[in-house]
T-cell receptor, first 115, second 110 residues
Framework: GAVVSQHPSRVICKSGTSVKIECRSLDFQATTMFWYRQFPKQSLMLMATSNEGSKATYEQGVEKDKFLINHASLTLSTLTVTSAHPEDSSFYIC???????????FGSGTQLSVL | RKEVEQDPGPFNVPEGATVAFNCTYSNSASQSFFWYRQDCRKEPKLLMSVYSSGNEDGRFTAQLNRASQYISLLIRDSKLSDSATYLCVVNGWNNNDMRFGAGTRLTVKP
């Protein structure tokens, strides 16, 4: 099956620093990638939808200047958490899809801990 | 009303039991439906797609009711390894994004 690689798997950083998370589709071209956040014992929350070559669409309540998304190619999307704070500590997961209505393939997630 | 709604559970069942989950969705134009399972602190993994005619994969049966806007997942002969959170996923409102239910937690006990 399709593989989506996400890294790093774990990041510990100081408050105020920026963290970049990469999401790559390894064996298919992902027209759309999604970014989610999941707090402990809570459900996945969609943060933004990213289409290659265009600006990401952010969900209500998600600050686009804080969570920068770049989808520069059909195989790579990045999420940068700028000026991270402890409340940004969470599990971030990406997913990718080849075409509309197709199933999603997920990255393995990134656990971000901001001290 | 939430876009995709699931009973959060938890469902605690003995091994061998049959358990069913429902998921309702609000957008009648939705075209694609999926069940994923997520283990603690892991990424969701596709369990099965849900087709209009209903589909079965071993002990798992998925059904779609468009008139009532819900999908269901039936697990027969539950195994300990079935313990996980089951996520209902429906394609989104502009046919581009995907919406997740909050998940239903299942624990299968010996």
């Amino acid at each position: 099956g399709a593989v989506v690689s996400q890294h790093p798997s774990r990041v510990i950083c100081k408050s105020g620093t920026s963290v970049k998370i990469e999401c790559r589709s390894l064996d298919f071209q992902a027209t759309t990638m999604f970014w989610y956040r999941q707090f402990p014992k809570q459900s996945l929350m969609l943060m933004a939808t990213s289409n290659e070559g265009s600006k990401a669409t952010y969900e209500q309540g998600v600050e686009k200047d804080k969570f920068l998304i770049n989808h520069a190619s059909l195989t790579l999307s990045t999420l940068t958490v700028t000026s991270a704070h402890p409340e940004d500590s969470s599990f971030y997961i990406c997913s990718a899809r080849y075409w509309t209505n197709e199933k999603l393939f997920f990255g393995s997630g990134t656990q971000l801990s901001v001290l | 009303r939430k876009e995709v709604e699931q009973d959060p559970g938890p469902f605690n069942v003995p091994e061998g039991a049959t358990v069913a989950f429902n998921c309702t969705y609000s957008n009648s134009a939705s075209q694609s439906f999926f069940w994923y399972r997520q283990d603690c602190r892991k990424e969701p993994k596709l369990l099965m797609s849900v087709y209009s005619s209903g589909n079965e994969d071993g002990r798992f049966t998925a059904q779609l009711n468009r008139a009532s806007q819900y999908i269901s997942l039936l697990i027969r002969d539950s195994k300990l390894s079935d313990s996980a959170t089951y996520l209902c996923v429906v394609n989104g409102w502009n046919n581009n994004d995907m919406r997740f239910g909050a998940g239903t937690r299942l624990t299968v006990k010996p």
